[in-house]
C-alpha cells in the first residue's frame, strides 16, 4: 500500500556531509510518524531520527547536533542532512513509515542507501 525509495547514499571522507531522501508511493495519505533507521552487518538495526506528522523529532544520542530529519508540507518526502559525518556512521540507512490512527498495521520500508564514511 506504501513504497519507499531512499537515495543519496555514497562515499565521503570524515567531517564531510551527505543528504538522504526517501520519496513515498502509493497510499499517502496513510502515513503517520516516518523516520530513518541504520544497521551494520552482525548489528540490529537502530533508530536513528523520527519525525511525527505533527513535526516533532527525536533523535539518537550519537547523531544529536549532527544530523536533521525533516519532512515536505505533503509528507510525500522526508530528508535526513548529516553532517561532521564520522566513520561509525557507516551503514545502510532505511527509510520507514508508520501508520495513523485509522491505519495501524502500516509498518514500511524502503530498500535501504549505503553510507560510507571513510577516515
Known amino acids: 500500500q506504501v513504497q519507499l525509495v531512499e537515495s543519496g547514499g555514497g562515499l565521503v571522507q570524515a567531517g564531510g556531509s551527505l543528504r538522504l531522501s526517501c520519496a513515498a508511493s502509493?497510499?499517502?495519505?496513510?502515513?503517520?510518524?516516518m523516520g530513518w533507521y541504520r544497521q551494520v552487518p552482525g548489528n540490529e538495526r537502530e533508530l536513528v531520527a523520527t519525525?511525527?506528522?505533527?513535526?516533532?523529532?527525536n533523535y539518537a544520542d550519537s547523531v544529536k547536533g549532527r544530523f536533521t530529519i525533516s519532512r515536505d508540507n505533503a509528507r510525500v518526502t522526508v530528508t535526513l542532512q548529516m553532517n561532521s559525518l564520522k566513520p561509525e556512521d557507516t551503514a545502510v540507512y532505511y527509510c520507514?513509515?508508520?501508520?495513523?490512527?485509522?491505519?495501524?498495521?502500516?509498518?514500511?520500508w524502503g530498500q535501504g542507501t549505503l553510507v560510507t564514511v571513510s577516515s
Open positions: 519525525i511525527t506528522d505533527a513535526g516533532s523529532t
Open positions: 520507514h513509515a508508520g501508520g495513523r490512527s485509522f491505519s495501524p498495521n502500516l509498518d514500511a
Open positions: 502509493g497510499s499517502r495519505f496513510m502515513i503517520g510518524a
